[in-house]
C-alpha cells in the first residue's frame, strides 16, 4: 500500500517506476523516431553524399598556384559565358572542395543553381532538379508535409519528438546508476545473448552521447517552439525591416544597361571595410531597382553570420545585421539550427555529427530491441509485486499487458 | 488496495490503443510516401520549372511594353496573420523590355498616384513575383492594375479583370460576401 503513495514510496520503488517510464517513453513513435534519426544523419553529410555522386560539384584546381576568384570575377565569369543568365546570388561551400554555387534566372523562367568552378569561373553544370541534400532535409525537417500556411504539420510532427528524447535522456540518466562509472570502465558483453549485449550497448552508447542527445532534442524542441511562434505571430526578433533603396537615389537613365552602379566587388569590399573579421561567403545581387547588394559571412562566432546591404547606387552602407546587434535571446536561439546540423565548423564537425547521429539511431534501434525482449515482461512483474501483497493477481491485467507485446 | 487500482478495466480507446499503436507508427512512415508527388511539384514550381506559375493567364500590354502573368498558386488569398489575406503573383517581362522597365507595381483598383501603386514585383525580370494584400470587401468586378515605370522616369498603366486573373480569388470574395 506504501508503494502507491508517492510520498512513502521507497527509493527502490521509485526507481522503478523512473525505468518504467524509460521504457515506455519512446514506445509509440520508436518506429518513427528511428526514420526520423536516420534521415538526419543522412542530411547531416547529404552535401558530401552529392560530392561524391556528382563531379560538377566539386572544386578541383586547374593548377596548383591556382587562385580564388573574387566573387565579381566570378559574376563576370558567369555573364561572359552565358550572358543571357541573371545571377542572382553567389555562394561559397564552407569546405574548399565544393565548387560555387551561383543561383541564376533563365530567360525560360526556371532559376536552378549553378556549380561554378572557384579558379576558372567555369560553369561545371546545372543543379539537377532532384536535389538529394534539398530532399533529406525536407524529409528530416517536415516529413515532406506541403507548407501551406505556416508551419507544415509535418514540421510539428519531427519536432515533437524532441519531447521524448529529451524526457528519454533524463529519466535514462536517473535509472542508470552511477552511469559515470561508465566512462572508466566500459561494459559491452558480446556473446552473451542479444538482450545482454543491446543492453549494454545502449547503455555504453547512452552514456557517450549525453551532450548530442541533449543537444539535438534541446534544439528539436526548439525548432517546435519557433513554429509555435511563427505560427502565432510572435516575433522576438531585432532585427527591422528589411532597407528598401529611396526612390531619390534611384538614377534616371535611358536603359538599365547606362544606370551607373558599384561593382560587386566593390560593395563586397565596402562590408569587410565596415564588418572587421568578416569572411564573405555569400553575396546576393539586388533584387530589383530599389534592391542592396548583400554581402554575408562569418565573423569569430561560428553559429551565426553577419551582414551588410549595400545601395548599388552610391556605395552607401545602408543597413548591417551585426553579432553586437542580437539579443542575448537571439544568440542562443539563432544558434539553434547549426547545432542542430552540424555544418558550421568544416568537414570534421559534419562527420562528427555523423557518427553520433548514428550511434543515436542505433540507440533508438537497441532502445526497441530490450523493450521487445524486456519491458514487457518487466511491467508484468511490477503489476504483479504489490498486487500479491494484497490481492491475488487479477487475470485481465496480465492478459491486458502480455498482450501489448509484439 | 483497491483491486481498480491494480488493475484499472481497459476502456475501448486503451483497447483500441494497444491493438493499434504498432500499426499508427507505420502509418506514420506513409505520410512522406504520400506527400512525394506533392513535394516534387512544389519543388518543380519554386524552380520555375513547370512554367511561371500554375495558372498563366496571359499577356498584358502596358504602354509599349508587354509582360505575362500567373497566378503563384491557383488557389484564394491566404491569412497570413497581421497582413492579412495575401495573394501571390508572378509575371516576366518580354525580352525588349527589360532594358527599359525599372519596375512594375500591382494592385487591386486603380491607384491614385505613384506612390501608392501597390506591392513592387521582385526577383529575375524572367521570373519576378509579388505577394499583395486582397481585402476580403473587394467588389467582384474589381480589377488588377499593373504599373510599370521606366529608368527614364515614363509610367504606363493597364488593367485586368481580376475574374480573369485569379477565378479562385472571385470565388472566395463571392463567399466572402454571401457572409453576414
Known amino acids: 500500500m506504501r508503494a502507491n503513495d508517492p510520498a512513502n514510496m521507497s527509493k527502490k520503488s521509485r526507481s522503478r517506476l523512473w525505468f518504467l517510464v524509460h521504457s515506455w517513453l519512446a514506445l509509440p513513435v ?21 560530392w561524391l555522386a556528382n563531379p560538377d560539384v566539386r572544386a578541383s584546381k586547374p593548377s596548383d598556384d591556382a587562385q580564388r576568384l573574387s566573387f565579381g570575377q566570378v559574376l563576370e565569369a558567369i555573364n561572359r559565358a552565358e550572358p543571357e543568365l541573371i545571377v542572382q546570388s553567389i555562394g561559397r561551400p564552407d569546405e574548399d572542395h565544393f565548387a560555387l554555387t551561383a543561383r541564376v534566372s533563365y530567360p525560360d ?20 532538379e532532384f536535389d538529394f541534400r534539398q530532399f533529406t532535409r525536407a524529409l528530416h525537417g517536415w516529413w515532406l508535409v506541403p507548407f501551406t ?10 519536432s515533437l519528438m524532441g519531447l521524448p528524447m529529451l524526457l528519454s535522456l533524463i529519466t535514462g540518466l536517473v ?41 539535438i532534442s534541446i534544439t528539436g524542441v526548439w525548432f517546435l517552439i519557433q513554429a509555435i511562434l511563427g505560427d502565432t505571430h510572435v516575433s522576438i526578433s531585432t532585427e527591422g525591416v528589411p532597407p528598401v533603396v529611396a526612390r531619390e537615389e534611384v538614377p534616371l537613365a535611358p536603359s538599365a544597361a547606362e544606370v551607373p552602379r558599384i561593382s560587386l566587388d566593390a560593395a563586397v569590399l565596402k562590408a569587410t571595410d565596415i564588418i572587421p573579421g568578416l569572411e564573405p561567403s555569400f553575396v546576393s545581387l539586388p533584387g530589383y531597382a530599389y534592391g542592396h547588394y548583400s554581402v554575408w559571412g562569418r565573423g569569430w562566432y561560428p553559429l551565426m553570420f553577419q551582414s551588410a546591404s549595400i545601395n548599388p547606387y552610391n556605395g552607401d552602407i545602408d543597413s548591417t545585421r551585426l553579432l553586437s546587434d542580437r539579443s542575448g535571446l537571439e544568440f542562443v536561439t539563432e544558434s539553434m539550427r547549426p547545432l542542430h546540423t552540424g555544418d558550421f565548423g568544416g568537414l570534421w564537425v559534419k562527420l562528427l555529427w555523423f557518427v553520433f547521429g548514428l550511434l543515436l539511431s542505433m540507440m533508438v534501434l537497441s532502445g ?27 487475470i485481465v491485467a496480465t492478459r491486458e499487458i502480455s498482450e501489448s507485446r509484439p | 488496495m483497491s483491486k481498480a487500482a491494480i488493475a484499472p478495466a481497459p476502456s475501448a480507446l486503451g483497447r483500441f490503443w494497444y491493438k493499434w499503436r504498432f500499426h499508427i507508427n507505420v502509418l506514420l512512415v506513409l505520410i512522406p510516401l504520400g506527400f512525394m508527388p506533392k513535394y ?21 500590354q502596358v504602354g509599349p511594353w508587354s509582360l ?20 501571390s503573383f508572378n509575371a516576366a517581362l518580354c525580352q525588349a523590355c527589360i532594358s527599359q522597365v525599372k519596375v512594375v507595381y500591382l494592385r487591386i483598383g486603380k491607384p491614385r498616384s505613384l506612390r501608392a501603386a501597390g506591392g513592387l514585383f521582385f526577383g529575375s525580370p524572367y521570373r519576378m513575383g509579388t505577394s499583395i494584400p486582397i481585402p476580403p470587401r473587394t467588389k467582384p468586378d474589381a480589377e488588377l492594375w499593373i504599373t510599370a515605370e521606366g ?30
Open chain 1, 368 to 394: 526497441l530491441l530490450i523493450w521487445t525482449k524486456r519491458t514487457a515482461q518487466a511491467t508484468v512483474a511490477a503489476v504483479k509485486r504489490p498486487a500479491r501483497a494484497a490481492k491475488p493477481v487479477p
Open chain 2, 68 to 87: 505575362r502573368l500567373a497566378e503563384f498558386r491557383n488557389q484564394p488569398p491566404q491569412l497570413e496573420g497581421p497582413a492579412g489575406y495575401m495573394k
Open chain 1, 30 to 50: 520508436w518506429f518513427f523516431l528511428l526514420i526520423i534519426c536516420v534521415t538526419g544523419t543522412l542530411a547531416t553529410v547529404s552535401q558530401e553524399i552529392v
Open chain 1, 149 to 158: 500556411n505556416g508551419y507544415s504539420w509535418g514540421w510539428y510532427l519531427v
Open chain 1, 109 to 128: 523562367g526556371s532559376s536552378p543553381l549553378l556549380y561554378v568552378n572557384p579558379y576558372s569561373g567555369a560553369i561545371q553544370g546545372v543543379s539537377p
Open chain 1, 175 to 215: 535509472v542508470y546508476k552511477k552511469f559515470w562509472k561508465g566512462f572508466f570502465s566500459p561494459r559491452l558483453r558480446v556473446g552473451q545473448g542479444a538482450r545482454i549485449f543491446w543492453g549494454d550497448f545502449h547503455r555504453l552508447s547512452g552514456i557517450w552521447s549525453i551532450w548530442f542527445i541533449a543537444v
Open chain 2, 40 to 60: 516534387f511539384q512544389d519543388v518543380a514550381l519554386f524552380r520555375g520549372a513547370s512554367g511561371l506559375g500554375e495558372r498563366e493567364f496571359g499577356e498584358v
Open chain 2, 151 to 180: 529608368w527614364d522616369g515614363t509610367v504606363h498603366q493597364a488593367s485586368i479583370p481580376l475574374a480573369e486573373a485569379s477565378p479562385a480569388t472571385l470565388a472566395w470574395l463571392k463567399q466572402q460576401g454571401d457572409k453576414p
